[in-house]
């Protein structure tokens, strides 16, 4: 089961910073956390992923909390190829990666 | 990054026919692949967990039997809807990781399956 919470829509302008936040309490020690999204009918694009510092990628950065109860996914540039549905999971490692996915975020970048 | 191909992209079917969706890793070999499934505005479902060499190991309520499970290579997977029916038709979408600790998965295009 997902052990995530994630707001069920947000809209960003188009060229601002899109902020997602992910509520995951029941975190584990060894569990990371994993950003997704999804665009209509295509499979699921991995974003980025951390345990416990911050990571910023090409496509993203991950902000997570210290106590790693929460997590936040900044798209700095947001442009309108990235209205999607983004997806937060917690998975810990070496279970063979079975990802179990919460209900996401839909993110509409409004032009 | 690592390719996951799946096909076909889409298939219509009718009522009772058995309709079977690849997987393949294009460029790394995966030990593990997974299987979901999507209904319109919803969320993905895990179905499966298909290991190379052994049987799959399925989620609760779902239907083994209905929903056939092939891991034969390192490289490809493929799932068999058996005498499908309307309910069956769905987006399915398939996963690989290049294994590791904390490996990130790969998904395939998906399929969209209709039934007749």
């Known amino acids: 089961d997902a052990k995530t919470t994630q707001p069920t829509s947000m809209d960003c302008a188009e060229g601002r910073a899109a902020n997602l936040p992910c509520n995951h309490s029941?975190?584990?020690?060894?569990?990371?956390v994993y950003w997704y999204r999804q665009i209509h009918s295509q499979g699921p694009q991995y974003i980025i992923h951390g345990l416990k510092n911050n990571e910023t990628n090409e496509m993203a950065s991950l902000i997570i909390t210290e106590d790693r109860k929460s997590s936040t996914l900044i798209l700095p540039h947001a442009t309108l190829r990235d209205t999607a549905v983004y997806y937060c999971i917690v998975s810990p490692p070496n279970t063979g990666n079975q990802f179990y996915f919460g209900t996401g975020t839909s993110l509409t970048v409004i032009p | 990054g690592a390719v996951v191909s799946q096909h076909p992209s889409w298939v219509i079917c009718k009522s009772g026919t058995s309709v079977k969706i690849e997987c393949r890793s294009l460029d790394f070999q995966a030990t593990t692949m997974f299987w979901y499934r999507q209904f319109p505005k919803q969320s993905l479902m895990l179905m499966a967990t298909?290991?190379?060499?052994?049987?799959?190991?399925?989620e609760q309520g779902v239907e083994k039997d209905k929903f056939l499970i092939n891991h034969a290579s390192l490289t490809l997977s493929t799932l068999t809807v058996t005498s499908a029916h309307p309910e069956d038709s769905s987006f399915y979408i398939c996963?690989?990781?290049?294994?590791?600790?904390?490996?990130?998965?790969?998904f395939g295009s998906g399929t969209q399956l209709s039934v007749l």
């Open positions: 996963s690989a990781s290049l294994g590791g600790s904390a490996e990130k998965l790969f």
């Open positions: 029941t975190i584990s020690g060894n569990e990371y």
């Open positions: 298909s290991n190379e060499g052994s049987k799959a190991t399925y």
